[in-house]
């Protein structure tokens, strides 16, 4: 158990310099979108300051908003008819957005378009999670709770929570409604996500994340067509990707002058990705998953540019995860820390028994929303001054700082793949493509060199409980379990 207090002045620094950096930061922005707080394993995205200060605005929350157990977010149950998006409304939003953006319309004509259409659930959506299930109604249940569990932690704040949407057979999510009917802003689109229609109907451009899992082909006898559903969409998203780059312009990408900017850096930006992270059975499916990894094929997965990316996930992580969680104790707790959102023995019961949750009844069961959790930092929050040091920031450097400072422990730095070549003089730069990508370096040695466009994963103590209840501005014991 690690105790200490956080130094005002320390924070009201570190916020200053956050300002000074946030004007320059570049941000990939599309017509309708604004994607802020990235996933942990989403492309790069300079992050919101919220992870060290509390300066926006929190939404009203109280007992009603959380489950029996203080450890996520609840709504009362819902009958699934409610969570059902209707294309016609989304068709409609769709083409009216079109018809804004190449026809001028008086006021009068487009405020009685907006009388004539109320949708009951919203028809435009942003930084959201979009999970493409491939399934039908034979296809068994994989516990779609688990996946949903940590978005509704209750360690965040309620405007951090991302909308989650499931596009899949309607008939097959029946299955498990009942286990996910009680957390919020969740809902399904009735089709196929290999249909791309479909896709940019709920706004896939502005996507947080997007999520390819499939339930499909699993009995395949061919290695190759056991994960083709979950290939196949991926490669659909990624024509998608290809033709919304034409709707990007040169303002919108970085809010300059396209003089001001050189050829490279605007050819990055231009790589205006859509963050997918699919499933695989086959490991050596993974070759598929992105275009010019072909020739790490005889890698092993967990060297493959798309694992070490987050774009690729395959079933014998989890074997490497059960090993891990036998020979360690602690790897357990960490582990469920990270994929349930916490630990609690009042939530072991219910899971165990496979209860569902229930609506909160008592205040001091909200003291549990004070707990770790994983964020995602530029490295310029946590060493504003990292440019102008005489000497290089070292790993044992930042980690050290970091704790001191701010109470974090750093778990990993996600640094850009060209940056990682450039200082790797053994790789051959020419076979390296998509070096706008981040890969995940975890623990790295402790003399290993930060660059300043590095970003860090930390572990960090969330205090969401004591912003909203008791308004306190003093600093509140960090406690690392």
Known sequence: VVEDMIPDETLTASETSLEKEKNKSTIVRLLEADIRRPLLLSQPEPTDSISLTQSEPITEENLSSFDSTGMFYFTPPRPIEEAVLHMEWLRERRLAFRRQNTIKKDKSQSAQQQESVRPSHPVHFQDHVIVCLHADKSSPTIGLRNFVMPLRASSFHRHELPTIIFVTDLDYIKNEWDMISTFPDIYILNGSPSNPYNLQLICIQDCRQCVIISTLDRENQDTYLVDKSSVLCTLNIRQIEMKS?????????????????????TMALL????????????????????????????????????????????????????????????????LRNILTGGVDLQLEEILAEGGGFTRCEAVDILKKRNRARVAILEIRELIPDIDLRSSPVTFN????????????????????????VRNDPTVDANKITGGHKRIVICYPPYNYHIDPSDMVYVMQQSRPYNDQYSRQTSATTTQFR
């Open 271 to 334: 790589q205006n990705r859509i963050r997918t992270l699919t499933t695989l059975t086959i490991d050596s499916n993974v070759q598929y998953v992105e275009q010019g990894d072909t020739d790490e094929v005889e890698l092993e997965f967990f060297l493959t540019t798309p694992f070490a990316s987050g774009s690729a996930f395959a079933d014998s992580v989890l074997d490497c995860i059960l090993s891990c969680a036998y020979y360690n104790d602690n790897a357990v707790n960490l």
């Open 245 to 265: 780059a034409g709707f990007v312009s040169i303002m919108n990408l970085t809010g300059q002058n396209s003089f001001d900017i050189n050829t490279d850096q």
């Open 397 to 420: 450097v930042l980690f050290c700082e970091v704790i001191q400072r701010f109470h974090m422990i750093v778990m990993g730095i996600y640094r850009l793949l060209d940056i990682l």
